[in-house]
């Protein structure tokens, strides 16, 4: 079935930091790839997203390529802030199916910490 | 902004207690949808609702989970009786539609604590 593989965490970063969070996948067809972003005391937030091969998702900083050769989909930031502590979850969803069958299959997510 | 609201925030209950978890989904959406995360683990997929039906379920939501859209506003979800492994966060979330690249808007979770 499909599944997700983040990077094992946490991570604590100084701010103004470079941040590569990585995300790795495994689905049959051409999923859609998601992160969702959980800040502190809030709900799983979507950041950004890419629907295909080669599309590059951006966001408040944050950017992410859809990479299939590698069946990746890697978060970046140039430039972390203290605001960007939250916990961050890589996800796809699988367009083979229909109705409300397409369901996220979510990675385990990986905390952030930014130290001023 | 709309958003999906969920309650209670945290419920502490005795294992063999039933329990329900509330969301209020956005007004507009027509799919539903129950998260769980285990403390340390995945967030997995438990169940999906759409035209007062389960459209899909996992292994995890077996007999002791059921769902419901009791007034037109309101999505539940019912642990019959709880055990030490049901204690988690649960998310609730609601989309527009469905297919491979609409966006999932979520709660802030409920927390349940089973002792």
């Known amino acids: 079935g499909d599944s997700v593989t983040q990077m094992e965490g946490p991570v604590t970063l100084s701010e103004e930091a470079f941040l590569t969070i990585n995300c790795t996948y495994t689905?049959?067809?051409?999923?859609?790839l998601f992160w969702y972003v959980q800040y502190p005391g809030e709900g799983l937030q979507l950041l950004l997203k890419?629907?295909?091969?080669?599309d590059k998702g951006s966001n408040k900083g944050f950017e992410a390529t859809y990479r299939k050769e590698t069946t990746s989909f890697h978060l970046e930031k140039g430039s972390v802030q203290v605001s960007d502590s939250a916990v961050y979850f890589c996800a796809l969803r699988n367009p083979n199916y229909t109705g409300a069958n397409s369901k996220l299959t979510f990675g385990k997510g990986i905390t952030l910490s930014v130290r001023p | 902004e709309p958003e999906v609201t969920q309650t209670p925030s945290h419920q502490v209950t005795q294992m063999g207690q039933e329990v329900i978890l509330r969301c209020v989904p956005i007004s507009n959406h027509l799919y539903f949808y129950w998260y769980r995360q285990i403390l340390g683990q995945k967030v997995e997929f438990l169940v999906s609702?759409?035209?007062?039906?389960?459209?899909?379920k996992s292994e995890i939501f077996d007999d002791q989970f059921s769902v419901e859209r009791p007034d037109g506003s309101n999505f539940t979800l019912k642990i019959r009786s709880t055990k030490l492994e049901d204690s988690a966060m649960y998310f609730c979330a609601s989309s527009k539609g469905t297919g491979g690249t609409g966006e999932l808007f979520f709660g802030e979770g409920s927390r349940l604590t089973v002792l």
């Open positions: 609702f759409y035209n007062n039906e389960i459209s899909e």
């Open positions: 689905a049959t067809g051409y999923p859609s």
């Open positions: 890419a629907t295909k091969a080669d």
